[in-house]
């Protein structure tokens, strides 16, 4: 059974950049979508961004310029990268994955939280 | 965008009653391929979400049969024809036909009385 894990420090200072990897195990990272899902606290679900394993990237519109992804296949990881962070990034991040183009999220991490404050 | 409207936001079910939730969107999620991109989640309290139904009416893996999707276009509704204890939480409708950008709803609260 697949599993996702997402780690990354908890606290982050205005105006840095917020770093989180997700680990994959028990299954191939290879050939899926891995997407960033992130949750305020009391607020409802946002897209960020996904990789596919050939390093193709999608990002949301309104996150894209501060987004970066990447993946690393011999250590079933990716990680998302988010710059310029202000209290508004503060939420709970997961990490969960598609098996196609436009599928949905058939696995999820358990998320993590992130606070942004100096 | 395609927006993702779900009503009610709460409802409050006694147990073994039945509950239903509406998702509407902005726009039509059947793709060309023939297939809508139509997704229902449930968040339960402090938890991750969890998915329940994709393209509108199939049953993810180990999803109990007492929940079944429906609806076409931009209409969709997720039915719970026997609400039990374990259900309580937030449920959501994604859509993921316009990509690259994933859309859920606000999301529904369903409470037990």
């Known amino acids: 059974q697949v599993q996702l894990q997402e780690s990354g420090p908890g606290l982050v200072k205005p105006s840095e950049t917020l770093s989180l990897n997700c680990s994959v195990s028990?299954?191939?990272?290879?050939?899926?979508?891995w997407s960033w899902i992130r949750q305020p606290a009391g607020k409802g679900l946002q897209w960020i961004g996904r990789?596919?394993?050939?390093?193709?990237?999608n990002f949301n519109p309104s996150l894209k310029s501060r987004v970066t992804m990447s993946v690393d296949s011999s250590k079933s990881q990716f990680s998302l990268n988010l710059n310029s962070v202000t209290a508004a990034d503060t939420a709970v991040y997961y990490c969960?994955?598609?098996?196609?183009?436009?599928?949905?999220?058939?696995?999820w991490g358990q998320g993590t939280m992130v606070t942004v404050s100096s | 965008d395609i927006v993702m409207t779900q009503t009610p936001l709460s409802l409050s079910v006694t147990p073994g009653q039945p509950a239903s939730i509406s998702c509407k969107s902005s726009?039509?999620?059947?793709?060309?391929?023939?297939?809508?991109?139509l997704y229902w989640y449930l968040q339960k309290p402090g938890q991750s979400p969890q998915p329940l139904i994709y393209?509108?009416?199939n049953r993810f893996s180990g999803v109990p049969d007492r929940f079944s999707g429906s609806g076409s276009g931009t209409d969709f509704t997720l039915k719970i024809s026997r609400v039990e204890a374990e259900d309580v939480g937030i449920y959501y409708c994604?859509?993921?036909?316009?990509?690259?950008?994933?859309?859920f709803g606000q999301g529904t609260k369903l409470e037990i009385k």
């Open positions: 969960a994955r598609s098996k196609f183009w436009a599928g949905g999220f058939d696995v």
């Open positions: 028990g299954g191939s990272i290879t050939g899926y979508y």
């Open positions: 990789i596919f394993t050939t390093g193709t990237t």
């Open positions: 726009q039509s999620l059947l793709h060309s391929d023939g297939k809508t991109y």
């Open positions: 393209e509108i009416s």
């Open positions: 994604m859509q993921s036909i316009q990509l690259p950008m994933y859309t």
